[in-house]
């Protein structure tokens, strides 16, 4: 099949139609606006209400969310703020979840104007990784501690849903024995950030152990997307990717995350469309986005409109916009990235975020050849603001009291979808992850921890534990038990034990 035969059968109308609802999308720029228009002045006692039903662990509607958008008095936002670390505490208490970007492929038939990967951006090095560099890259990154990673592909046919699912089998394969030697450290799950695809190719995704999906709508505003995104591009039909994770959900992926690209429109118009998606995903499947993420935009190379958009999202937007996203969806994990810099993405994981990335490299190869990322910004996607290793990372979210978790237990115990959010909602979920931070966090600190990492590490651990033994979780009498004996095993070189 050539190139132009291939971009026309990407998308499949079919499998657009069957989401809409009476011939309509679930984005309805007029009810946005209008929503946004009519709670312009919030009362007090109406704000007060709605953080009450965030700490509930409820949903909010869209108008509720528009007037939490609309606050602008500094003691209700400081109230909001509040409310939100305490819904971050009642579902993720203290525990904040690593991972890493892997880019396989920046080969890439669209045309974002915003990304340094675009096709008409001839500056760019193209590359597609051999199962062999994929091999190596995974190498480099279980070599700095991590367990889960996020592998990302532009889009083309050398990078297509069979090229995904093998790079996916390299990568759980790939295997690295532990510094005692009496284990092996791997990659135990693995997330994926490509195009929208056929519910047949993501079928595909799922049968080689797919943890979550991962799309960003970029814009939920369809005039400026259709701006961003040219019309003769399969990017450029809005609604192929508006449903990308409805028929994610058809082919069995239950994990899915959402996200919006900020600083392409107004960021109060696509916290809205966020929400929004969340209720859609929930009504057509019950079960709403595992995570959501709020990239801001950075400077890409060659990209006129990475810095020159009228809606770039100042700091102090940035803090708003994810305190009313912890609220509006309190049991979703929030995602803040190494896009960010160290001191905005501490201050933003106190604001609810539950996801983070640390000594990423976002080139092609760029782990395996450290020097990629810095001497080639040709083969790099964008320019990242934080670029401190996890070791570094990790002390400091462990000197503010955040215990580090790996765990992947969910998934590879079932525990996903609907199980996992009415766990959440229920709190109950929460216990188990504690009891899987400690047991990846001890894996950590004994395989990859520098020696002050591991003595601020210690203490938060000992402290871990106090906790879990007093926990009246342990109903089930085997649990305290077999938690202990795990952590046992583990500290003397065992590897991958969880609940
Ligand atoms: N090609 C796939 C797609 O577009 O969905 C996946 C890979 S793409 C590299 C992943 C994400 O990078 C995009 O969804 C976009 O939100 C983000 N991105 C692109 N350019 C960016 C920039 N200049 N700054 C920050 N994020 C950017
Ligand atoms: Fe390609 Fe994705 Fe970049 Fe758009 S954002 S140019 S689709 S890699």
Known sequence: MNMKEWVQQVIKPAEIEKYLVNGKDFIDEKSIFGNLEKYRQPDKQQVRDILQKSLDIKLLSPEETAVLLNVEDPGLLEEMREAALQVKKKVYDNRIVFFAPLYCSNLCVNSCVYCGFRSDNCAEKRHVLTMEEVRRETEAVIDEGHKRLIAVYGEHPQSDADYIADSMATIYATKRVTPTGNGFNNIRRININAAPMSIENLRKLWRAGIGTYQVFQETYHPGRYAELHPANTIKGNFRWRLYAMHRAMDAGIDDVAIGALFGLYDWRFEVMGLVHHAHDLER????????????????????????????????????????????????????????????????????????????????????????????????????????????????ELAGDGYITSFCTAGYRCGRTGDKIMNLLEKGVEGKFCKLNAVLTFREYLNDYASAETRRIGEQLIEKELQEIEGMSFF????????????????????????M
């Open 284 to 395: 057509q499947f019950g079960i709403g986005p595992h995570t959501i993420s709020f990239p801001r935009m950075q400077p890409a190379l060659g990209s006129f409109v990475s810095e020159n958009s009228p809606y770039l999202v100042r700091d102090d937007a940035f803090r708003r916009l994810v305190t009313v996203l912890r609220l509006a969806v309190p049991y979703t994990g929030l995602i803040v990235t190494a896009r960010e810099r160290a001191e905005l993405r501490r201050e933003i994981i106190n604001y609810g975020c539950t996801q983070t990335d640390a000594s990423s490299k976002i080139g092609i190869g760029a782990y395996s050849e450290k020097k990629v990322q810095e001497e080639n910004p040709d083969k790099v996607q964008f320019m990242l603001g934080d670029e401190r290793s996890l070791d570094e990372v990790i002390r």
């Open 475 to 498: 109903t089930d009498k085997k649990l305290l038990p077999t938690f202990l004996n795990y952590y046992k095993r583990i500290a003397s070189g065992e590897r991958d034990l969880y």
